[in-house]
Antibody, heavy 120, light 108 residues
């Protein structure tokens, strides 16, 4: 059974930093694509970042240069480092795994999310 | 990047069929996926790669696509299908992913 459990959210002042974690079980994070997706309060889903199995990463324009996606293969954990946080980054952050190439790397499973609040 | 456009709200009578659509240029090149989100819960995938259902998703859910429009059809909508539905796909670059704005489905 695939399970994704996020942690690391919290309240932080503008300009601050947080590191989000996503512990995976039931599969290996380094073997497939992994994404972070966020949802501001009362708003829709917004893709944030993706890391390919080969390690190449991509970011939404809204977070590029401030956020960094990474993974720890031996711990089977995905991370998202959030720097230079702004009030508009306030959201629930979800990690999500992707299917493999047979399913065109579509999104497959979601975690339960972790809330990040940026406020002074 | 590219955008995916959804109707903000759709309603359906209990037991009837409803279609939720998603439009975007990138859908001409990339498959759509559909996600269901109920209040206070994380999303779940109901359709992936245009027309495939994950295990555990009822067969009343189906997906299709034509040109720049992807569709999610619920045949015989149930009360528990009331939720927000989001389409998503890759953008035209293929390296970024995008979501539609979501459709709130009300089952009357």
């Amino acid at each position: 059974e695939v399970l994704l459990v996020e942690s690391g959210g919290g309240s932080v002042q503008p300009g601050g930093s947080l590191r989000l974690s996503c512990a995976a079980s039931g599969f290996t994070v380094s073997s497939t694509y992994m994404s972070w997706v966020r949802q501001a309060p009362g708003k829709g889903l917004e893709w944030v970042s993706l890391i390919y199995s080969g390690g190449v990463a991509y970011y939404a324009d809204s977070v590029k240069g401030r956020f960094t996606i990474s993974r720890h293969n031996s711990e089977n954990t995905l991370y998202l480092q959030l720097n230079g946080l702004r009030p508009e980054d306030t959201a629930v952050y979800y990690c999500a795994s992707h299917y493999d190439s047979s399913a065109y790397y579509s999104l497959a499973y979601w975690g339960q999310g972790t809330l990040v609040t940026v406020s002074s | 990047s590219s955008e995916l456009t959804q109707d903000p709200a759709v309603s359906v009578a209990l037991g009837q069929t409803v279609r939720i659509t998603c439009q975007g240029d990138s859908l001409r090149s990339h498959y759509a996926n559909w996600h269901q989100q109920k209040p206070g819960q994380a999303p779940i995938v109901v359709i992936y790669a245009e027309k495939n259902r994950p295990s555990g998703i009822p067969d009343r859910f189906s997906g299709s696509s034509s040109g720049n429009t992807a569709s999610l059809t619920i045949a015989g909508a149930q009360a528990e299908d009331e939720a927000d539905y989001y389409c998503n796909s890759r953008d035209n670059s293929g390296n970024h992913w995008v979501f539609g704005g979501g459709t709130k489905l009300t089952v009357l």
